[in-house]
């Protein structure tokens, strides 16, 4: 009996480029809106501790999402490597990563919403976009995927936001403009995934219409 696979491809880049999106404000918090409030000349005490707990209960709302995300991501990928349901070599550069991004939002999650500051997840995280760096050269060279181009710019452009990590959450004075230039990274490659993830539901929907299960298709008419 032949067994069904899926391909949930679309919906993953439509949750990839939305998780993108939260991670670029997250970034904005904590890079740049918490290190204006934080600023110690010219801001006055009572400030700082009216916009310290704001920012604690934001970051838990987003660690909450990135937990919740993160396990649909690694359980999903980890089912994509035991499948393979997706044409071949294809499964190791769009599936293998989906498990990727489910670990590195699991660390996110759970660190945000225990109320770790994400200064001291950063470089434990920042070693997670090496592989993705590295897919986003094999998607250039063995143009893999129907967008090569684009596809291996957004797998570059996570990469190196995931890897620029440890800057952005710095206590130095550029940590501000990397991490305007990680949001900036990070919204680009948001925009790729959403244009890819939509265009391919569309796809999928399209041709997956005629299709019917094993038992046949059920005529539902209005009465």
């Known amino acids: 009996m032949p067994i069904l696979f899926v391909d949930p491809l679309d919906l993953w880049l439509m949750l990839l480029g939305a998780s993108l ?15 204006v409030h934080h600023n110690p000349q010219g801001v006055s005490e ?30 999903s990928g980890l089912w994509g490597g035991f499948t393979w349901p997706l044409p071949g070599s294809n499964n190791i550069v769009l599936i293998q990563p989906w498990a990727v991004f489910g670990v590195a939002s ?14 001291y997840i950063a470089i434990p995280l920042a070693p997670l976009g090496i592989p ?3 897919y986003s050269f094999a998607i250039w060279i063995f143009r893999m995927t129907r967008t090569p181009e684009i596809s291996g710019l957004m797998y570059f452009l996570i990469g190196l936001s995931v890897a620029l990590a ?8 550029h940590s501000r403009i990397i991490g305007w230039v ?12 959403l244009y890819i993830g939509i265009n391919a539901a569309f796809g999928h929907i399209a ?5 019917t299960p094993w038992y046949g298709a059920v005529n539902v008419t209005a009465g």
Do not use: D, M
């Open 207 to 211: 041709g997956w219409r005629a299709w």
């Open 46 to 75: 009572a400030l700082k501790e009216a916009v310290a707990p704001e920012i604690v209960q934001i970051n838990k709302g987003i660690g909450l999402y990135f937990t919740f995300v993160g396990i649909y991501a690694l359980v």
């Open 182 to 193: 990680a949001i900036a990274l990070l919204a680009v490659a948001a925009f790729i995934a």
């Open 21 to 35: 999106i939260v991670a670029a404000y997250g970034i904005y918090v904590n890079a740049i809106r918490y290190r």
């Open 106 to 119: 699991l660390i996110i999650g759970l660190a945000l919403w225990s109320g770790i500051h994400p200064r």
């Open 166 to 173: 440890p800057a952005i959450l710095s206590r130095s004075g």
């Open 132 to 134: 993705v760096i590295v």
